[in-house]
């Protein structure tokens, strides 16, 4: 085993979407970042995740459209193994190298291993000695909390030793909850890698969760011909208005998924259950109604934990001062508190705030452009323009300053990729109201605008957007129908921008779209 110190201004620890912007943003002022990376340069969301799943989506998407347009033929089954070999180009075959040479020509040092914190602005770096670059697609497991991975299958190991001169930036995302039902991790359970990177759709497979997960595997699988089962303790897309996940199950019954709401798994059985998931066979689930479930294979989708356990924080004194989850509690400067000196920093999911690419890489460019104004130099092409002062150590910026994550609790946006989609910014109406905020709901069937009609004869949708009354101004929008996911963003800026709606009375929305619902909700809250 050998070791060498090595000293960077600033340390990234996880170089997925969220890590690879803060180092690029934390460089922009002349610091020298080196950026850690155990698995894959572009993390889970490139190749386990966003990337995959929604390739998985896309091709029932477009047959659903195809059905609905008159005119058009019955577009016939799906080439499944088509559908997968797009997913396997769009995850490069799980090769890293187009990120590596983008991380490179930043003018980053990626530094490939696992990284866990030794003291203060210390971090060791476990160093494989073979790239795992070309990790195998199926490697990890739900039962495998994705700690070690490199360690655990190579044999040699050597150790680097990084200090940094400034800061140390976490952004080691999250791992996926296995819940403790009897037989559950020994039947070779799928997480969502398994489902993003699975070389055949099986004849049958049960899912667990009525997340986002949950409903979207669901749709892609049922898409491609496999019979499945959703199981959902509650409603479906708890987190979303209560309308959304109604009208997913509906659309998902219609398709002939088995969705079945209130129940609890009870335990698992899968006698067959070998090392590897392939040889296994099928897997029987016992419900808390007393129903069984029999699948050729079982989805655990029941959400995901960030991703702290194995960082050493006991080296620091921060493992007992975690959040929820074993979060990593962040200021609105994304700065880790209870850490004396202010030299720690965290954004993306092991923050526990948001766990989407998009809101994640917002606190990679917040995290970053607040270590660049503290501690960087030059004021570079590159270098954050505003002129704003970043901060001291310790202090947050003003609400809606470039330094300060506003929109992580006042304008927060997801999508959901299932048919039909869902997206929405801000609280739900429930959300709202349980924080003081006196809202009236406006909600309106897009069936009943013209574009809507032009779009197709089944066309079916609903929007609802949230008033603040005392302000007058938007603080949410939920949208579900054909592309919502491309709806979303006129609310999104109505919503940040807190246009008042006098204002956006003077937002025309072209004819025929199914953007006109923007007037309705304005005619309907009475201007
Ligand atoms: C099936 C699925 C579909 C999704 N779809 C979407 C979507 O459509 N849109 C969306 O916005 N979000 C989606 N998400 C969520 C999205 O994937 C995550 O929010 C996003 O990946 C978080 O980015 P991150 O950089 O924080 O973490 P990650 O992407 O998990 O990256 C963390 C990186 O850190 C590395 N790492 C961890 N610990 C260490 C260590 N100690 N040392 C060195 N490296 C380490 C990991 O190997 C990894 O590469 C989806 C999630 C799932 C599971
Ligand atoms: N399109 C997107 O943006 C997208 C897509 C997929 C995932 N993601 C993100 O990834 C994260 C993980 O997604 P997820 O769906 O796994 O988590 P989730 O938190 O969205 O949903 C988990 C679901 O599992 C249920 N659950 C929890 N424990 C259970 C148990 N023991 N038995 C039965 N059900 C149980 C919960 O009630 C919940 O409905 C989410 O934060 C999500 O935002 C985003």
Request: hydrophobic share 40%.
């Given at each position: 085993?050998?070791?060498?110190?090595?000293?960077?201004?600033?340390?990234?620890?996880?170089?997925?979407?969220?890590?690879?912007?803060?180092?690029?943003?934390?460089?922009?002022?002349?610091?020298?970042?080196?950026?850690?990376?155990?698995?894959?340069?572009?993390?889970?969301?490139?190749?386990?995740?966003?990337?995959?799943?929604?390739?998985?989506?896309?091709?029932?998407?477009?047959?659903?459209?195809?059905?609905?347009?008159?005119?058009?033929?019955?577009?016939?089954?799906?080439?499944?193994?088509?559908?997968?070999?797009?997913?396997?180009?769009?995850?490069?075959?799980?090769?890293?190298?187009?990120?590596?040479?983008?991380?490179?020509?930043?003018?980053?040092?990626?530094?490939?291993?696992?990284?866990?914190?030794?003291?203060?602005?210390?971090?060791?770096?476990?160093?494989?000695?073979?790239?795992?670059?070309?990790?195998?697609?199926?490697?990890?497991?739900?039962?495998?909390?994705?700690?070690?991975?490199?360690?655990?299958?190579?044999?040699?190991?050597?150790?680097?030793?990084?200090?940094?001169?400034?800061?140390?930036?976490?952004?080691?995302?999250?791992?996926?909850?296995?819940?403790?039902?009897?037989?559950?991790?020994?039947?070779?359970?799928?997480?969502?890698?398994?489902?993003?990177?699975?070389?055949?759709?099986?004849?049958?497979?049960?899912?667990?969760?009525?997340?986002?997960?949950?409903?979207?595997?669901?749709?892609?699988?049922?898409?491609?011909?496999?019979?499945?089962?959703?199981?959902?303790?509650?409603?479906?897309?708890?987190?979303?208005?209560?309308?959304?996940?109604?009208?997913?199950?509906?659309?998902?019954?219609?398709?002939?998924?088995?969705?079945?709401?209130?129940?609890?798994?009870?335990?698992?059985?899968?006698?067959?259950?070998?090392?590897?998931?392939?040889?296994?066979?099928?897997?029987?689930?016992?419900?808390?109604?007393?129903?069984?479930?029999?699948?050729?294979?079982?989805?655990?989708?029941?959400?995901?934990?960030?991703?702290?356990?194995?960082?050493?924080?006991?080296?620091?004194?921060?493992?007992?001062?975690?959040?929820?989850?074993?979060?990593?509690?962040?200021?609105?400067?994304?700065?880790?508190?209870?850490?004396?000196?202010?030299?720690?920093?965290?954004?993306?999911?092991?923050?526990?705030?948001?766990?989407?690419?998009?809101?994640?890489?917002?606190?990679?460019?917040?995290?970053?452009?607040?270590?660049?104004?503290?501690?960087?130099?030059?004021?570079?092409?590159?270098?954050?323009?505003?002129?704003?002062?970043?901060?001291?150590?310790?202090?947050?910026?003003?609400?809606?300053?470039?330094?300060?994550?506003?929109?992580?609790?006042?304008?927060?946006?997801?999508?959901?990729?299932?048919?039909?989609?869902?997206?929405?910014?801000?609280?739900?109406?429930?959300?709202?109201?349980?924080?003081?905020i006196p809202v009236e709901?406006?909600?309106?069937?897009?069936?009943?605008?013209?574009?809507?009609?032009?779009?197709?004869?089944?066309?079916?949708?609903?929007?609802?957007?949230l008033v603040d009354t005392q302000r007058r101004?938007?603080?949410?929008?939920?949208?579900?129908?054909?592309?919502?996911?491309?709806?979303?963003?006129?609310?999104?800026?109505?919503?940040?921008?807190?246009?008042?709606?006098?204002?956006?009375?003077?937002?025309?929305?072209?004819?025929?779209?199914?953007?006109?619902?923007?007037?309705?909700?304005?005619?309907?809250y009475?201007?």
């Amino acid at each position: 085993m050998s070791v060498s110190e090595e000293l960077f201004d600033v340390i990234v620890i996880g170089g997925g979407p969220v890590g690879e912007n803060a180092a690029d943003r934390a460089s922009r002022t002349g610091l020298s970042v080196a950026l850690v990376e155990s698995e894959l340069v572009g993390g889970e969301c490139s190749y386990w995740a966003c990337m995959p799943s929604k390739t998985l989506l896309r091709t029932g998407a477009v047959r659903a459209i195809v059905q609905d347009t008159p005119g058009l033929s019955d577009p016939g089954t799906p080439d499944v193994a088509a559908v997968l070999a797009r997913r396997d180009e769009i995850t490069k075959d799980w090769d890293d190298a187009g990120q590596v040479s983008w991380v490179e020509s930043s003018g980053l040092t990626l530094v490939r291993g696992h990284g866990r914190l030794t003291g203060e602005r210390l971090v060791e770096v476990t160093v494989p000695h073979e790239s795992p670059a070309g990790v195998d697609a199926d490697t990890d497991s739900a039962a495998d909390s994705g700690a070690g991975l490199a360690e655990a299958e190579t044999g040699e190991l050597q150790t680097r030793l990084l200090r940094a001169r400034h800061a140390v930036i976490v952004a080691t995302g999250s791992v996926p909850v296995l819940p403790d039902v009897p037989g559950l991790a020994g039947a070779s359970p799928w997480s969502s890698r398994e489902a993003t990177s699975a070389d055949e759709i099986p004849e049958s497979l049960v899912v667990v969760g009525g997340g986002v997960v949950g409903v979207e595997m669901a749709n892609a699988y049922a898409d491609l011909g496999a019979q499945v089962t959703l199981l959902a303790r509650g409603s479906l897309l708890s987190g979303a208005e209560p309308f959304a996940g109604e009208m997913v199950g509906d659309s998902l019954r219609k398709r002939g998924v088995d969705v079945r709401t209130g129940v609890n798994v009870s335990s698992v059985e899968r006698p067959d259950a070998g090392a590897e998931s392939d040889s296994a066979g099928p897997v029987t689930v016992t419900l808390s109604d007393g129903g069984r479930v029999t699948a050729a294979e079982i989805l655990v989708a029941t959400g995901r934990l960030p991703r702290t356990a194995d960082l050493s924080l006991e080296n620091i004194g921060l493992e007992g001062a975690l959040g929820r989850g074993g979060a990593l509690v962040v200021d609105e400067s994304l700065q880790v508190t209870g850490v004396p000196g202010g030299w720690l920093y965290a954004c993306g999911d092991v923050t526990g705030r948001a766990a989407t690419t998009h809101q994640g890489k917002y606190q990679g460019r917040i995290v970053g452009d607040v270590v660049a104004a503290r501690y960087g130099t030059e004021a570079g092409d590159r270098a954050p323009t505003t002129g704003e002062a970043a901060p001291a150590v310790g202090q947050e910026g003003k609400r809606w300053s470039r330094y300060t994550a506003t929109a992580d609790h006042a304008a927060r946006v997801q999508v959901v990729f299932t048919h039909p989609q869902v997206s929405w910014v801000g609280p739900t109406e429930h959300q709202a109201r349980s924080a003081g905020i006196p809202v009236e709901a406006v909600s309106y069937d897009l069936s009943w605008v013209s574009g809507a009609s032009v779009a197709g004869p089944n066309y079916s949708g609903r929007a609802q957007v949230l008033v603040d009354t005392q302000r007058r101004v938007l603080v949410g929008a939920t949208f579900v129908g054909p592309d919502a996911g491309e709806m979303l963003h006129a609310a999104t800026i109505a919503v940040v921008g807190e246009v008042p709606l006098d204002r956006l009375w003077h937002a025309v929305p072209a004819y025929p779209t199914v953007s006109e619902v923007w007037l309705r909700f304005l005619e309907s809250y009475g201007l």
